[in-house]
């Protein structure tokens, strides 16, 4: 029987995630794309009418209110949720989700309006609900968190006995032509950017410890392949969380990202002047948080598609034995933006997000992937995960290392 895709979100990545689905309708079915702004999704209906000729549906929903998710995913019949609207709406879609026995896949941890907090505590929270619903629920199927978790467990699998290092290295080397602006949801990117940096790692016990640093206090430079050098800084990232639970003999892991001079001294100025607060403040009478008022003003990620030029290389870098041999690799994916928005109208970040988003999907949907309860995803098999990644536009490669080398340069 065909099967029914819900898709709710339709920003940056939930334009990809559409017209990827839709691209692959066999698996995906009958296609709704929701969002708070109807106009949104029908725009992106429109655009995959005409450039690849299917129509999916689009409808208008707040995924704040569990009881308005409930009554669209019992009128879509979906058999799988994707939630690439924001990470304060996990919840209230996992909760739909477990009343109306849907599986549920998501590419960002939950967080609240209030307070960032990067932490899987409160839908890990959700796994006795969703064994007891019989449904599946998928975390941090984008591309970090997401690609880089399979990376990591392909590691595993395939070219380790025992992983003890791992940095995730997230270069994206675009230009955009403004002076500041931000490639994915302004908020959600500057809360990550502006907190305080942390890694893991194992103590002279053998205790698995975070130690705490200062926003880009410490920069390392790495020679991506087919990019080049890049100032590369250390930032808690999510995916840490669950990788230190999952990856076997792991005695460090650290997170490092690519920015500019220009984007670093804006955003140190906008937080100078309380611009990235989060708190509601007083203004003529009324109430605005500085952080949204800000998003307003920043052009909208999705307008970015058509200006951005150059590559994005992501991946990750391990060390560990093998055969009882040390040995170094880097999984790296390259992607073009102005490939990804010649395919699907969106950037190269909307792209590599939404495209792992739509594998996790397909990967559930076609019971390569099932389970009970709430999953990370590099508790799942990588392999057909792997394969689909280089079927579906985002091919990958694995560059063997000296024991002792690395592509630290600075
Ligand atoms: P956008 O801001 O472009 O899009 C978010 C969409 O969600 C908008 O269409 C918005 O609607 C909709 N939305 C927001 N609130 C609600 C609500 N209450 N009810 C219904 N719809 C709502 O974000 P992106 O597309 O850039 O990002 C989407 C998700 O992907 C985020 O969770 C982000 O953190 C994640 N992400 C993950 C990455 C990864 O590699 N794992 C990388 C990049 C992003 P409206 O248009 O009306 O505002």
Request: with cysteine; aromatic share 10%; glycine share 10%.
């Amino acid at each position: 029987m065909s099967k029914k895709t819900l898709i709710i979100g339709a920003g940056g990545v939930g334009n990809v995630v559409a017209f990827k689905c839709a691209m692959n309708s066999e698996t995906f079915g009958e296609i709704t794309l929701a969002s708070r702004t109807l106009s949104k999704c029908e725009a992106i209906a429109a655009n995959i009418k005409s450039k690849i000729g299917i129509q999916i549906n689009t409808a208008a929903v707040d995924a704040d209110s569990v009881s308005e998710l409930t009554s669209l995913i019992q009128k879509t019949a979906a058999d799988i949720v994707i939630n690439v609207a924001l990470p304060y709406q996990d919840l209230s879609i996992m909760d739909a989700c477990t009343q109306t026995g849907v599986d549920y896949l998501d590419t960002a941890n939950y967080e609240h309006p209030d307070t960032a907090k990067f932490e899987y505590k409160e839908q890990w929270a959700r796994d006795e609900a969703f064994k007891e619903a019989g449904i599946m629920g998928l975390l941090g199927s984008g591309f970090d968190p997401g690609a880089t978790n399979v990376f990591c467990a392909y590691a595993q699998k395939h070219y380790f006995d025992e992983i003890h290092t791992i940095d995730i290295l997230d270069c994206n080397a675009g230009d955009h032509g403004y002076p500041f602006a931000t490639n994915f949801n302004p908020e959600i990117n500057l809360r990550e950017v502006s907190a305080k940096g942390r890694y893991w790692q194992k103590n002279d016990n053998g205790q698995g410890e975070w130690i705490e640093t200062e926003p880009m206090e410490i920069m390392q430079v790495w020679d991506y392949p087919e990019v080049g050098p890049k100032d590369s800084y250390l930032l808690y990232h999510e995916e840490m969380e669950s990788l230190v639970k999952h990856i076997k003999g792991l005695k460090r892991i650290r997170f490092f990202m690519t920015f500019g001079q220009s984007y670093l001294t804006h955003m140190k100025c906008l937080e100078n002047v309380g611009m990235l607060g989060i708190k509601e403040v007083e203004h003529k009478g009324m109430k605005i948080v500085p952080m949204e008022f800000l998003a307003t003003l920043l052009p909208d990620p999705a307008s970015l598609g058509p200006r951005t030029k150059g590559l994005t290389n992501i991946g990750i870098f391990a060390k560990g034995l093998k055969d009882g041999k040390e040995r170094s690799i880097y999984i790296y994916q390259v992607a073009n933006h102005e490939e990804c928005y010649a395919e699907v109208l969106s950037q190269g970040v909307s792209y590599t997000t939404g495209v792992p988003a739509m594998i996790g999907a397909k990967l559930m949907l076609e019971g390569k992937w099932s389970g009970q309860g709430v999953f990370n995803i590099e508790q799942l098999d990588p392999d057909p995960f792997m394969e689909e990644l280089n079927k579906q536009g985002l091919p990958w490669k694995v560059m063997e290392l000296g024991a002792d080398e690395t592509r630290v340069i600075g």
